[in-house]
T-cell receptor, first 116, second 117 residues
């Protein structure tokens, strides 16, 4: 186990609703990244949070937003859910030190979101 | 732009056979990192290895070995004497290196390995 936890495990929402997914990073880690993994695909980078600020973003619309808290845990919020948002959402924590970005990411078990 | 290609969608082997998973990548960066992850049915990605672009030395860890060839932009993964527990989806990934910046990891589409007893 990596020490990264995510909640909930599974979630079913209706199109147009909003959802919040949660991630607790591994102890001592200060960076959290979120990924979307559609069925049969590799994870796609959504964004990364470092020291409570969004630090980089992939090709996802603004209705995907996030937060990082002082204890480095994080939330992913998705507004106006669409059917294509159905996927496994993975968070990964890492320890970023100095200028190096070569850090290993430790993934949580994911939240499976189904939008009907 | 970064790209990772795993041409093998699914592979089936009989237990104890050797199997190689291919990974080809594209990047304009001269400094980058390559990764392999294992994803069992439970869904959690398990880190296997990280290599930086300046280290082309091959690596062996137990039954696992990795062959990094910069000349062909490939980072292949071999499992020797496969076991049923190796059955999973394996992802190759590429990370851009940015001093003071963020780490964006690009994953391939994965290779599903089935080891038959």
């Amino acid at each position: 186990e990596t020490g990264v936890t995510q909640s909930p495990t599974h979630l079913i929402k209706t199109r147009g609703q909003q959802v919040t997914l949660r991630c607790s990073s591994q102890s001592g880690h200060n960076t959290v990244s979120w990924y979307q993994q559609a069925l049969g695909q590799g994870p796609q980078f959504i964004f990364q949070y470092y020291r409570e600020e969004e630090n980089g973003r992939g090709n996802f619309p603004p209705r995907f937003s996030g937060l990082q808290f002082p204890n480095y845990s994080s939330e992913l919020n998705v507004n106006a859910l669409e059917l294509d948002d159905s996927a496994l959402y993975l968070c990964a924590s890492s320890l970023r030190t100095g200028g190096s970005s070569s850090y290993e990411q430790y993934f949580g078990p994911g939240t499976r979101l189904t939008v009907t | 732009a970064q790209k990772v290609t795993q041409a093998q969608t699914e592979i089936s082997v009989v237990e104890k056979e050797d199997v190689t998973l291919d990974c080809v990548y594209e990047t304009r960066d001269t400094t980058y990192y390559l990764f392999w992850y294992k994803q069992p049915p439970s869904g959690e990605l398990v880190f296997l290895i990280r290599r930086n672009s300046f280290d082309e030395q091959n690596e062996i860890s137990g039954r696992y070995s990795w062959n990094f060839q910069k000349s062909t932009s490939s980072f292949n993964f071999t499992i020797t004497a496969s076991q049923v527990v190796d059955s999973a989806v394996y992802f190759c990934a590429l990370s851009e290196y940015r001093t003071g910046g963020y780490q964006k990891v690009t994953f391939g589409t994965g290779t599903k390995l089935q080891v038959i007893p």
